[in-house]
């Protein structure tokens, strides 16, 4: 068994379904689970309709509504009745949001759910139109459960023995399960969800749940590339990564897949394929426990607005809790620290631009010397740590010659992961000449 996850562009239209069909016919053979997102921009559509509601007690789903409706007429789908009631109930929804004038977190993942409930029940009626036995399921008619942290829910360990009780049978008698990605419901069954692009990590924990061979995730480019395609045009896709190299790349901007979508499979070493199904012919990349060569440098990212917040004691140098005392008040403001810098009177980290830190910055003057710099990028080098000094030569001469200033470095405990700061400004710049370094010019 294998479990093939499509990502929005790749079933945006009429046209997008009947291809993504084609790919997933070629499977059967290989017993596949299907999981998708929502159409195209739907989610986005779906939270512009309720900051509509709130902000002028009005919204339509007419976009939404038309994209659905005419997809079904286009593909010649008669499953008007199972797409019809969600869209009333969908309607109804955003009048009591106009009303109350208030979203939380839980209605939030109740409205966004919406998307991926449609377009897995239009996908399936297509697949039994060309004779392909296939089955709409949501996520928790699969075996999804999870805790009630809206908007980024986990998936609870109950689910690990639901889902292959629940997805087994239906493989087994040759049916085609279509699991809508992204969403799961609670214990007290209220819908959540798993974070934007959450159905990349529904298609891992279905995989490790199943024990599935693989798990392919299907988007719109050629896989994981050595660089943001953006910022670096020569970025070629690679072959392989290892979990630690693409959960670090998921994070740091390269936003190719799920930050957590690695999780589930590290336990299990179920290999995942990142695929485009634009080019189905193009090999892809294969993310897998190990590999045997590792390359100096794997891949070149960054992160743009990121504020640096540099730390200097000067009363408690060599006290023991100075540290603890930087941290807690971080967390005491809900704010979450991304890379860490130390020497023994000082402690940069870096945040988010879109945190407001006047009230740490007023806590943390309690006890040290507060500076707050805005404007900054992380720039993030995957690529085999034991080979650090070679890389960071190479990488400070580039940036040297270029005249970018190199400010913060953190290796982390991470094996692969070498971070630094740069002004925003010149961030696409270096990632451009630490590529070229490594990689050569095209
Ligand atoms: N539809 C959701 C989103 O846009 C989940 C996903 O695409 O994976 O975030
Ligand atoms: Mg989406």
Redesign the pocket.
Known sequence: MIVMKF??SSIANADRIRDMAEIVKKHVPRKPVLTL??MG????HLLDAAYAAINTGSSSIDEIQELHLETIAALGLDVENEITPLLEELKNLLIGVSMIKELTKKTQDYL?SF??RLSTRIAAAYFRAVSVNAKALDAWDAGFLSDDNYSSAWILKESWEMIPRKLNPLVKAGVLPVVT??IAKTTRNTIT????????L?ATVIAAACGAEEAQVWKDVDGILTADPRIVPEAKPLEAVTYEEAAELAYYGAQVL?PRSMQPCVKTSTPVLVKNSYNARSPGTRIVASLEKPAPVRAITSRKNVTLVDIVSTRMVGQAGFLEQVFSTFAKHDVSIDMVATSEVSISVTVDATYDLSGLREDMLKIAQVHIKTGKAIVTIIGDVERSSEILNRTFSVCAAAGVQAQMLSQGASKVNISFIVNDAQSDEAVRRIHREFFGAS
């Open positions: 990502g929005g997102s929502a921009d739907t989610t986005d966004m998307g991926e990605g992204f969800t798993l974070g934007r692009g959450g159905s990349d529904t799920h």
